[in-house]
């Protein structure tokens, strides 16, 4: 119970698929509070774009896990409209496109036997430097798959999305992200040493049928029965504390601003964002740690064809130097009802710093762009692109460079010393989850929250596995989300209506 009678009780920073959940859990818990958004929709980076009739991801978000957990609460939210779709992914790389994850037959074709073979014994070489230990991207990759399958599989296409050398990009990212039995077992299967089948990479996943917005405004929709509402269009501007806990905090609202006494505070927003609105201002170290994160930034450029199915894949991956453009999104190919019959919409991905170039360019000069790139490498016609937008994305990536690690640590150890406020989620927490296991730190820190537990929300997703397996998964299992020896009148009926969906016994 709050001691102050004017407190909204916990105020939930981001609507996001992380602040949702943790909203959520809130509710379930049977706790008072508010969610503020800044944007005027939820999802985040995961909302889905409107555009004349056309809807689309700011970049494809697959929804996949082995947190049974939360694919219950996905299912309970969406029912019949989550659907299953097949995955179908390519590489473009030097003129070709690569089935993705690669395949010993299509690369031994596609790249050649010459080719093939320099790779293959660029991989066997790396195997003497296997024991290394690696502190950069580049190091991590070359030292297990070999500095040819770097070059030609993950040089171009990582510098694309970070917009900085691989030299500079520390090695916890490629630990946390890189399926490496998809290349290693291709060039396994090259040299006659293994199998040409990869099992545990997903071969399909489940999407809203109207585009991963859905899921989240059928949680906002939920929140509001539940009666924990979400204020759209609210950035916060400060958090007010006494060094101990977070007394209140101020949020814009229409030109204006507005002060909110709280008990508590569960952040989702941006690390660096949060750590610089405390007030009183945090140590001159911490704010110095806050200013070196970086972030990277999207520009999203949506292009409607007459071509229905100009290619069937859901995304293509442009390892090719000579095209700007990152990755292309395939809408029609998530799900049909995402655009309109006879047509389709392509999403076309440009990694960038706020204020480069293909920032600050006119839609027209966008739409133009991307026709003409994806014109270049065979994918569509351009003359049967009829409409475009060009959407921007600030802080879509907490950046890994040789900065950040340090930094984090730092801020981490500042934001410790406050009872009453937790992080989580992938800008929460500088960290690039998917968002099963931004869903899943938003859970873990609520509960660190109202019920005083210790869950280490840091630890989720760091095992150098593929990122679905795990500590993570082991912990996820130990405790009962809807477990409280002494539940209130309020959570014990939330309860009743929804006995199954966390059970984690």
């Known amino acids: 119970m709050s001691e102050n009678p004017d407190s909204i009780g916990i105020a939930v920073l981001g609507g996001g698929p992380a602040g949702l959940t943790a909203a959520w859990t809130l509710a379930r818990r049977g706790r008072r509070g508010m969610v503020f958004e800044a944007e005027g929709t939820v999802g985040g980076i995961a909302k889905t774009v409107e555009f004349e009739g056309f809807r689309f991801d700011l970049g494809g978000h697959r929804f996949f896990t082995k947190l049974r957990q939360i694919e219950r609460l996905w299912e309970e939210m969406l029912g019949a ?3 299953t779709r097949p995955r ?7 003129g070709q496109f690569l089935a993705y994850p690669l ?3 299509d690369v031994l074709r596609r790249l050649g036997l010459r080719e093939s073979m320099l790779c293959a014994f660029s991989y066997l070489w790396s195997l003497r430097r296997r024991g290394e230990n690696a502190e950069t991207f580049e190091d991590w990759v070359t030292i297990r798959f070999g500095k040819r399958l770097y070059n030609a599989f ?3 296409y990582t510098e694309k999305v970070w917009g900085i050398p691989g030299s500079e990009i520390r090695a916890q990212w490629a630990a946390q992200r890189i399926k490496n039995f998809s290349l ?3 060039v396994l299967s090259i040299l006659g040493l293994g ?5 545990t990479l997903i071969e399909e996943f489940r999407y809203p049928r109207l585009g991963p917005g859905q899921m989240w405004e059928a949680f906002q929709r939920r929140l509001d029965d539940l009666g924990l509402p979400v204020q759209l269009e609210r950035r916060c501007s400060s958090l007010k504390h006494d060094g101990r806990r977070v007394t209140s905090i101020v949020v814009g609202s229409n030109g204006g601003t507005e002060e909110h006494a709280v008990d508590g505070v569960l952040s989702s927003i941006a690390l660096r964002d949060l750590v610089l609105s405390m007030e009183p201002p945090p140590p001159p170290e911490v704010v110095a740690a806050a200013h070196r994160l970086r972030y990277r930034d999207l520009c999203l450029v949506a292009l409607m064809t007459t071509e229905e199915q100009p290619f069937e894949d859901n995304w293509i991956y442009v390892h090719d130097p000579g095209t700007r453009a990152g990755r292309i999104q395939n809408y029609g190919a998530w799900s049909e009802a995402m655009v309109k019959p006879g047509t389709t919409c392509l999403g076309v991905e440009y990694f960038c710093f706020e204020g480069d170039e293909i920032w600050r360019m ?8 991307a026709k003409a790139e994806l014109g270049r490498i065979g994918l569509i016609d351009p003359a049967k692109v009829f409409d475009g937008v060009k959407v921007l994305v600030p802080k879509a990536y907490p950046m890994y460079d040789d900065a950040y690690e340090e930094a984090v640590e730092v801020l981490r150890g500042y934001l410790e010393g406050f009872e009453n406020l937790k992080t989580f989620g992938r800008n929460g927490l500088h960290r690039y989850n998917n968002q099963d296991h931004s869903m899943w730190t938003a859970i873990l820190a609520t509960l660190n929250l109202v019920d005083g537990a210790t869950h280490d929300v840091w630890s989720v997703n760091v ?3 593929y990122h679905e397996e795990g500590e993570a998964v082991d912990a996820a299992l130990s405790f009962d989300l809807l477990a409280d020896a002494n539940p209130t009148p309020r959570e014990r009926a939330a309860r009743d209506g929804d006995q199954e969906l966390l059970n984690l016994s």
């Open 81 to 83: 409209d989550f659907l």
């Open 88 to 94: 179908l992914s390519r590489i473009y790389y030097n």
């Open 103 to 105: 395949r010993a037959n």
């Open 154 to 156: 993950f040089r171009t």
């Open 184 to 186: 290693g077992r291709a």
């Open 195 to 199: 199998r040409d089948h990869v099992t």
């Open 362 to 369: 006119s839609d027209e000069e966008a739409v133009e762009l």
């Open 463 to 465: 095992e150098e596995e």
